[in-house]
Each structure stands twice: as structure tokens, then as C-alpha cells.
């Protein structure tokens, strides 16, 4: 098929998509991308043209008619490592650092779990629809907290929709892990498209992967991709989305990176934000304890590991000065204690409470110790962020610091300097013992609670540490939860609103799971109390020391400090109780744990890590249900790889109604609505006007709602997000509303 040919399908053809058009496609796109090229497409169907078309064996997929369309399916088999490939725009001048958009059509005619991945961004996402449960039903490392939802179908081929910028080289098929890396794959080769799905245990109620259409665009005009952000006036404080990714480094280190120039990559995740309208900037300075690219300068490799790129935080921060780009930064320590040849980390002052050397297995996690309950350790983590942020403040703004412990690096010490001053604090002096502690009685209980407050006094004074330095209003941001998945509720547990399908799909295949219904879960309230029971353990191994649970409670009064609140599936979000929980004087943070789904591939397209999300508006069913519940101020994502969103219509639209909300208190409105799936939260200021936060909840839309506003809300009324004026009647407002769809009006 000549490029020609492919210019005019873009503008010209009209094809049926279940009652949506490709020119009605179209014009959706373009309001988000601006004009997009199309530059190469497959067509399922279309045999004569292959596009280097493979599969893990012969014969694994077939051509289907789905939804009045040939339809490529996988069927949902228990073989393993399943995927088809593609390779578009090979010879037909695409460009290194290039803005670029891949588009995969696929039919909602069924509950299916997929996975798209893009080799030349080394960018994956999964998606999954209807019933299945998305990410791995039994993962080989973790638990992945499943669920299982009766979401509808659109009964429609939607469309996928993946920005990313050109890397100089990528893979084709297999990702190597620990092993030398060569990428041999160039612009002028084209973009690896690659489509698979887990075997059928793993997404038992999904009827394969399937796709209609696989199209590349180009970006005309990249300019035009920043999403406009109303924010409230410049005198209220503003909300803050961000995110953080965990084994996406590699394309930037090693010997034969992805990017000639490191800072391309990160300014890439910066163009990317803009997109998507997100407006905090984060990535790693320590990882498991590690320097990841920043200047230990005073103090040297006996202090901190040496990083080999030493100039890239500087480099990129100054990246996000010079481009103009209006975010403020919020980098993330995974600290340990500093990691060096004589470091106060390296020398572990922290010990279990047993006589054993570590506190669990994971020995490349305990190589250093952070005893919080140590003056040392404190000056430590001080100097840590002079080095990260206060030296940097008159670059860019900083938010303040994300801090997460992994395994052990935070640990309850029963080291005896921590017992003598549990004797002194607690104890009157008494003398205290390991020995007395390991009866786990109520003086071990009593100590728990004063470590847990000495750990809020390290985080009390690294946050008024940043303040000092002239970080105005700079907050510590804590994430007590260590794991990918997030906290579970227990065993193999599914969670569904269909207990009874999944009983006898458990027994039909033999599958080793305990359904439990959704609103069980929520009458007991089994989420929190799993957030605040100590953590598991099992052998010799003390892991409910090696990652404390979180502690909200100690936090309520507490300004300037805020525990993240772990969130993934709708029974995370959807008890207002949970949610308040861990609402302190500094507000709600919130951090979506995507599970890493690792190797569950098996290697078959080499090293594997996936996030999954849901599709269309139902990909923020979760951050919408939290504002309606619990409205946070702050929203991250902890992702297994380079962040991305499959459906950013969505995502945008969410991300520009919440951050022109003004982080401030909120109430819920009662019977604001004619809809009880409608909540309306209301923020009142001192006069600039009040602000509501409308959620539809619901899996559906709405064709009108009727909102009642509050008392005098007769003055002019706007779209907080676009700023465009609306017509109030009688004190209501009558608005149609998408499924999972958060709206911001203002009134003065």
C-alpha cells in the first residue's frame, strides 16, 4: 500500500465503527494531537499487506469476523508468551525525537485483556475490558489484589491511543535484561508493534486479545499538544499530579542507551506531561538506597555512591527552566540511609528484634539501614536534600520530597541505642530488653508506638529542613507501602460484584481463588484494616519491622506531612471512611499502585513488565470515585515502566477539571443532585467564590443531571476548567455527564 494512498485514507474514508466514523475518530483526535499525518497503517484483512506480520508459533491468532469487522484474534489459551507483531514506518522518514501517535483499534464486544507494546518508545500498556480482571490473576512474585467488575461494553471497535517521542534506537522484539544491551532497531527501521496477552489462567474470563486496525501518525505540529490548565487564582494553593516509574531507567543507562542525549528522554516525559496535563515533575535521585544521577559533591563515594552521570539532575532541571515549562518538582528517594563506603546508612545502625543478621531474604534490599530513631541519620537525610533540592530552589520550584522506604530501609530498630531511649522517652528509665519485647506484649505494643512517632519526627523535620532552606510551603510526601501491588485484603481473593460466576469459573478450571463480593469488602472494611495491620511475615523473617505499616492516625495534626494513601482497584476508593483515614491538616494524597506484572511473559518477548489499565472513561472510574470520597489534593502513580495512557481523551479531562479545583477543604453537598451516582463536593474561599467538584460515579452516562447549588449560587457560573460561562436557572444547573467524568464549576 503506497504512502500516498494512505495520506487520503486518512482525510477521505468513512468507515462504519459500530456507529462512529473514522472522520468522527478523527475530529476527536485532532482536538487532542492538532493535524496528524498518517504515515502507515495495518489493516487486518488486508493480507497483501504483512507488515513484517509474525507470531510466537504459526497459526496462534486468526482473522475473525467481529462487530461487522475482520478482526485479528488471539483465542485466550493456556499457551504461554503469546503475541503477533507488526512493523509500520519502515523506510518512510521518521525522526529521532519525533512527536508520534500509534493507534490500535480493537472491538468491545467481549471481556478481553490485551497488551500493546510500542518498541520504539519501549513503552507498554495493557488494557482490558468488561469483567476480566486486568492485571495477572496469580502472579509468580506478588499478589496483584485482583477484582472483577461487570463493566458494560460499547459494543463498538474503540480506539487505543499511545503519544510517544521517536527513540534514536530501540528493540524489535526481545528486551534483554542483565546482559550487555545492543538496540539495533533506528528511525529508518520503523516502530515494532508487538500485541499479547497473558495465558488463559492468568485472565480467565477473557476471550482473547483482538485488534481491527494498527495506524502510526505523526504529529504535525507538536506545539499545539500542551493541554490548557485554568488554574485557580494565583493566591490559592494548587493540586498536584505526578508520577513515578520503576524499571524504565535502563533506556537511558547502560552502554547503548536509547537517547544520544539523556536529557531528550526526560524532556520527552516533560512534553508528555503537558499532554496530559500533569503538572509535577518527578523522577528518581535514590533507587534501593542507589545515587541516581545527581552530584554527591561535598562528600564523596564514602559518603554516596558516585553516580556515572553525575551532571543529569542539573542538566534536566535546568531543562524544565529553560523550556518554560510550568511545573514545580517533587523528586523521589527510595532512602536508605546514604549508601557509601562509610556511610551512616552502609554502617546499619537499625537491628531486628531477633538475633538474626537482616530483617528478611531480600539481601539486595538490606545492603543499608535507616535508623530513624538516630540524630546520624537524620543529618544524613538532611544532607540528602540540600544536595537534591535546596541547592537547586532558585531553579525551579519544588514541591518537596517524595520519600519511600523499600524492604528495610526504614525498619523498627531494636538496636540498643533505640532501646535506651525508649527506656528514657516511655519507660522512665527502666531498662528495656530484647528479650522482654520478642513476648509481643503490651510494652512491645508501646514500643511500636514510639517508634512510629520518632519516625514522624524525622519526617517533621526533613519537611521543616526544606522550609528553612527557603522552600516556601515545601512538603515530605510518605509512602510506608513498599510493594508494586499495593496492600491486598487477603490470600487469593477476587473481588466482584458476581461472586457466583467466578465460584464456578474457579471450579470449572480449577482455580485456586476465593471470590468475595465488592460490597462485602466495604461493610467491613477489610481495605483499611489491611492498610493498618502489620505487614505479613513468616520463618525467621521479621518483614511487619522490615516495612512498618503506616500510621495515619499520628498524622491528623500534622501540616506539611502526608502519608500516601495506596489506591488501585474501586474497593481502594470507594469507602469515604478509608479514604478519611489518612486526611491530615496537609490533606489527601493519593498513589495508584500499578501492580509490575514481572515476567509473566516468561520471556518470550524478552524482560516483562506491564501496566494495565481499563479503557475509555472507565480509566479514571478510580480517581473520580476518590474525589467524590475522599478528594485528594495530590494524585501519583507509582508505574512498573515509562508512564503512558492508552485513552488520554480521558485522562485530560479529568486532569484539567481537578487541577482547576483549588487545594482546599471540601464538604460533600447532600442532595445536591438528581442522581444519587452524582456527588457534588463544594470548596468555599474568602472572596474568590466557591468551587464544586462534580463526580458521576456511576459506569454510565448521564443524559442530565440537575445540580442544586448551594446558597447564593445565583452569580455567575462557570466551567472552572475551560472558564466558559453556563446557564444557571432557578439555583440548578442541568449538565450531561460521560461515565467516570469529574467536573469543576465556579461560582462568584
Not at 488501585?568 to 478509608?578: I, L
Amino acid at each position: 500500500m503506497s504512502k500516498p494512498y494512505l495520506r487520503l485514507l486518512a482525510v477521505l474514508v468513512v468507515v462504519s465503527t459500530g456507529g462512529v466514523s473514522r472522520a468522527q475518530q478523527a475530529d476527536a483526535s485532532r482536538e487532542m494531537f492538532g493535524e496528524l499525518r498518517l504515515i502507515d497503517e495495518v489493516v487486518v484483512g488486508q493480507e497483501q499487506d504483512t507488515h513484517a506480520f509474525t507470531e510466537s508459533k504459526q497459526g496462534v491468532s486468526e482473522v475473525r469476523d467481529v462487530l461487522g469487522k475482520p478482526t485479528r484474534v488471539i483465542p485466550n489459551t493456556n499457551d504461554v508468551g503469546v503475541y503477533v507483531t507488526y512493523r509500520l514506518g519502515k523506510g518512510m522518514g521518521l525522526k529521532a525525537n519525533g512527536a508520534y501517535v500509534l493507534q490500535v483499534e480493537y472491538p468491545e464486544d467481549a471481556p478481553r485483556t490485551m497488551f500493546v507494546h510500542n518498541r520504539a518508545s519501549e513503552t507498554s500498556r495493557g488494557l482490558y475490558t468488561g469483567s476480566t480482571v486486568g492485571d495477572v490473576l496469580r502472579g509468580r512474585y506478588v499478589h496483584s489484589n485482583p477484582e472483577s467488575l461487570q463493566y458494560p461494553l460499547s459494543g463498538k471497535h474503540e480506539q487505543f491511543q499511545m503519544l510517544f517521542y521517536l527513540q534514536d534506537k530501540s528493540f524489535s522484539l526481545k528486551v534483554p535484561r542483565d546482559q550487555p544491551i545492543k538496540r539495533d532497531v533506528t528511525p529508518a527501521d520503523g516502530v515494532p508493534v508487538i500485541i499479547s496477552q497473558w495465558k488463559a489462567k492468568n485472565a480467565p474470563m477473557s476471550e482473547g486479545a483482538a485488534f481491527s486496525r494498527i495506524a502510526l501518525y505523526e504529529v504535525v505540529d507538536p506545539s499545539k499538544l500542551k493541554l490548557s490548565i485554568n488554574y485557580p487564582p494565583g493566591d490559592l494553593p494548587r493540586r498536584h499530579l505526578f508520577w513515578r516509574e520503576e524499571m524504565s531507567d535502563g533506556i537511558v543507562n547502560g552502554d547503548d542507551p536509547g537517547f544520544k542525549n539523556d536529557v531528550d528522554w526526560y524532556a520527552a516525559k516533560a512534553n508528555l506531561m503537558q499532554f496530559l496535563g500533569m503538572n509535577t515533575y518527578t523522577i528518581d535521585m535514590l533507587e534501593f538506597g542507589h545515587n541516581q544521577g545527581w552530584d554527591t559533591t561535598p562528600g564523596g563515594p564514602n559518603w554516596m555512591n558516585a553516580s556515572k552521570t553525575p551532571k543529569r539532575w542539573e542538566n534536566v532541571l535546568k531543562m524544565l527552566k529553560d523550556g518554560g515549562y510550568d511545573f514545580t518538582v517533587l523528586p523521589y528517594y527510595e532512602y536508605a540511609g546514604s549508601v557509601g563506603g562509610n556511610s551512616p546508612g552502609t554502617r546499619k545502625f537499625a537491628r531486628p528484634l531477633s538475633d538474626e543478621e537482616a530483617y528478611t531474604h531480600i539481601t539486595w534490599s538490606e545492603k543499608a539501614y535507616a535508623d530513624v530513631t538516630e540524630p546520624e541519620i537524620l543529618e544524613d537525610a538532611k544532607k540528602v536534600l540540600d544536595l537534591t533540592i535546596n541547592r537547586w530552589k532558585d531553579v525551579m520550584p519544588f514541591t518537596g520530597a517524595w520519600i519511600r522506604p523499600r524492604p528495610s530501609h526504614m525498619p523498627v530498630s531494636f538496636s540498643d541505642s533505640a532501646l535506651k531511649k525508649f527506656s528514657t522517652d516511655v519507660m522512665n528509665g527502666k531498662s528495656v530488653s530484647r528479650e522482654q519485647l520478642r513476648q509481643r506484649g503490651e510494652m512491645y505494643e508501646q514500643y511500636i508506638g514510639w517508634w512510629n512517632d520518632q519516625r514522624q519526627k524525622f519526617l517533621v523535620a526533613l519537611r521543616d529542613h526544606l522550609r528553612q532552606a527557603g522552600n516556601e510551603d515545601a512538603m515530605i510526601l510518605f509512602t510506608a507501602d513498599a510493594s508494586e501491588p499495593g496492600v491486598g485484603i487477603g490470600g487469593n481473593t477476587v473481588v466482584t460484584d458476581d461472586v457466583a460466576a467466578w465460584q464456578q469459573l474457579a471450579s470449572a478450571k480449577s482455580l485456586e481463588i476465593n471470590p468475595v463480593a465488592f460490597n462485602t469488602v466495604l461493610e467491613e472494611n477489610r481495605y483499611l484494616k489491611a492498610l493498618l495491620a502489620p505487614h505479613g511475615t513468616w520463618g525467621k523473617w521479621e518483614w511487619e519491622h522490615s516495612v512498618p505499616s503506616a500510621d495515619p492516625a499520628n498524622y491528623k495534626e500534622t501540616e506539611g506531612v502526608v502519608l500516601s494513601y495506596p489506591f488501585n482497584r474501586m474497593y481502594t476508593v470507594s469507602s469515604p471512611e478509608t479514604l478519611d483515614a489518612y486526611r491530615s491538616k496537609a490533606g489527601l494524597g493519593m498513589v495508584r499502585h500499578f501492580c509490575l506484572n514481572e515476567n509473566e511473559m516468561e520471556e518470550s518477548i524478552g524482560y516483562f513488565v506491564m501496566d494495565v489499565e481499563r479503557t475509555g472513561a472507565h480509566m479514571m472510574h478510580a480517581e473520580v470515585t476518590a474525589v467524590a470520597n475522599g478528594d485528594p489534593i495530590y494524585i501519583g502513580y507509582l508505574a512498573g515502566h515509562q508512564f503512558n495512557r492508552g485513552f488520554p481523551h480521558y485522562a485530560r479531562r479529568f486532569n484539567q477539571a481537578y487541577l482547576s479545583l483549588p487545594a482546599l477543604p471540601s464538604e460533600v453537598l447532600n442532595d445536591a443532585t438528581s442522581d444519587d451516582e452524582v456527588v457534588v463536593r463544594s470548596i468555599r474561599t474568602e472572596g474568590q467564590g466557591t468551587w464544586l467538584a462534580i463526580a458521576n460515579t456511576g459506569m454510565a452516562p448521564k443524559a442530565e443531571v440537575v445540580v442544586k447549588l448551594p446558597a447564593g449560587g445565583n452569580g455567575q457560573v462557570t466551567d472552572a476548567a475551560t472558564g466558559k460561562a453556563l446557564q444557571a436557572e432557578g439555583g440548578q444547573l442541568k449538565l450531561s455527564m460521560d461515565a467516570a467524568e469529574l467536573r469543576s464549576i465556579h461560582i462568584r
